[in-house]
């Protein structure tokens, strides 16, 4: 029930994480799309605004250049407009006159004052000033679509105009700009404009119109895309992206807590089964034993009495021993360990540990070479700690062999370091166990028959050890071909006056 709310999680947690991805690309995306909606629709009026601005110089140039090319034109237009303009003075004059004369039968209103009079004909004239111009200018204009654009636009000031108008709409990015002849790059551009770059954003809005409408020039406006997009949605999709990467490592670091979880569990599973299977065998060993030793005739032979107290005593010494690997890698690891440092010969602590595990090779019809290469074997660290692991060493590989065990065992000396090489001929280990080899509580799968002994805690002990005194592992394997350690001790400073002494 447990496993499957743990991969319900996982599920949830993965939708969750995902959507949580889609949700801010959308965003992004939909955000990116409203402010370029907002950039070409105040840089099209910008445009709008600079077309009106091309078309009052165009006008002031023919105004006050009636030889332009049109002056019997202009001189007809001029005379019509004149005309309406002095009607209107004319009339304005008359309605004064009304206003100011109470005689007069016609029914003004005394609430109109002069300047009000006044400043209605300087509208009026005003108006028609600018009907005059533009009258002419619309007449002209299909005569003017004829003339080359860069006559007819200044490349400084349409610059200034663009600038201007783009500033007044709070549009400060740098720009490009070109006018397009039919898709056609004309000779008024700036020397940046090119068509159809993908990273840039393009406005177009159409010029100098001319009689319906119609527009024979376009007014491309080419913004570089990474300046359109404004600081605020980079800092957002750059927050955004941050959180999501920080939820990514929190759900994978999930998931490994999981897994981790999980292994530890059958880990700790499995280490309570062999350490119930290890402490069995003596405690029954040891009932026997008490039993036996209770028969009268057993009590009568002094030798049978002798030789089974040496039993009993190493069956508990074995049961000792057990107890105090886990104590001692308990304290290891809880930093609550007494080192005993100093110097020591490395070879000397490998052939105290052979000695010691000489009856157990015996009883398995192992053997054990030992070569002595190094010259310089000073290390220093706990000798007893040094040597339960090479004791642990040659015990592994005991355990680990289906024929009879054959351990080689060199030193030599490498640079800095003395390097002790352990070679067995065992079962050997694949690359996944390699990586594992010195977890806790791990063993080497061998099925599901109990026949290798340990709590899987024995090169766990190895490892601790060799990280006290700054040693190095390494591992050969491969499966059917045994294993080989490669331990790596720094040598002491002063290893040449100890190796004299």
């Known amino acids: 029930m447990k496993n499957q709310i743990n991969i319900w999680l996982s599920y949830f947690l993965t939708f969750s994480l995902v959507g949580i991805v889609l949700i801010q690309i959308f965003f992004i995306r939909k955000e990116k799309q409203l402010l370029e909606q907002h950039i070409t629709l105040s840089a ?5 605004e600079v077309d009106n601005k091309i078309q009052e110089k165009e006008m002031k140039t023919i105004m006050e250049n009636p ?21 209107i003075r004319r009339i304005y004059k008359d309605l004064l006159e009304r206003k100011t004369n109470p005689s007069n039968n016609h029914n003004i209103s005394t609430d109109w004052t002069d300047s009000l009079w006044r400043e209605s004909f ?9 009907l005059q111009e533009k009258t002419l200018y619309l007449y002209l204009l299909n005569h003017l679509s004829l003339l080359p654009a860069q006559r007819r636009i200044d490349t400084t000031d349409l610059r200034r105009w663009i600038t201007e108008a783009l500033h007044k709409r709070s549009i400060d990015i740098p720009f490009e700009y070109a006018l397009l002849d039919s898709e056609f790059i004309t000779p008024v551009h700036s020397s940046g404009y090119l068509l159809n770059n993908q990273s840039r954003l393009y406005i177009n809005y159409p010029i100098l119109q001319f009689s319906g409408g119609n527009s024979k020039y376009v007014l491309s406006l080419s913004l570089p895309k990474d300046k359109v997009y404004s600081r605020t949605i980079y800092y957002v999709a750059a927050l955004g992206g941050l959180f999501i990467l920080i939820l990514i490592a929190v759900y994978f670091y999930t998931v490994y807590q999981l897994i981790r979880q999980k292994y530890l569990a059958r880990m700790k599973t499995d280490f309570i089964n062999n350490i119930t299977h290890e402490f069995k065998t003596p405690i029954a060993t040891m009932n026997l034993i008490i039993d036996t030793l209770r028969n009268p005739s057993v009590l009568n032979n002094p030798e049978m009495v002798k030789n089974y107290l040496k039993k009993l005593k190493d069956e508990n010494k ?9 104590l001692m890698l308990g304290r290891i690891e809880q930093n609550r360990m007494v080192w005993n440092d100093e110097p020591v010969s490395l070879n000397e602590i490998i052939e105290e540990a052979i000695e010691q595990m000489s009856l157990i090779l015996e009883d398995h019809n192992g053997k054990i070479y030992f070569e002595t290469s190094a010259e310089k074997d000073i290390v220093y660290g706990d000798p007893v700690m040094l040597q339960r692991v090479f004791i642990n060493l040659i015990d592994n590989a005991i355990k680990y062999s289906t024929k009879n065990p054959v351990i080689q065992i060199r030193t030599y000396n490498r640079g800095k370091f003395v390097v002790v090489e352990f070679k067995d001929n065992g079962i050997g280990m694949s690359k996944t166990v390699q990586k594992h080899v010195f977890d806790k509580f791990f063993r080497k799968p061998t099925g599901d028959v109990h026949n290798v002994k340990g709590h899987g805690i024995g090169l766990t002990l190895v490892k601790q050890v060799l990280d006290h005194v700054k040693a190095h592992v390494y591992i ?6 045994g294993t080989t350690f490669y331990l790596y001790f720094p040598l002491t400073e002063n290893n040449d006056q100890l190796e004299t002494k």
């Open 44 to 48: 099209r009026e910008a445009l709008a």
């Open 67 to 87: 030889d332009f090319g049109f002056a019997d034109k202009f001189k007809e237009i001029h005379n019509i407009t004149s005309q309406q303009k002095e009607s």
């Open 122 to 130: 300087r509208k009026i004239e005003k108006q028609l000033a600018y």
């Open 318 to 326: 074995r049961m000792l021993d057990q107890v105090e690997k886990i």
């Open 476 to 481: 050969e394997s491969e499966e059917g071909k």
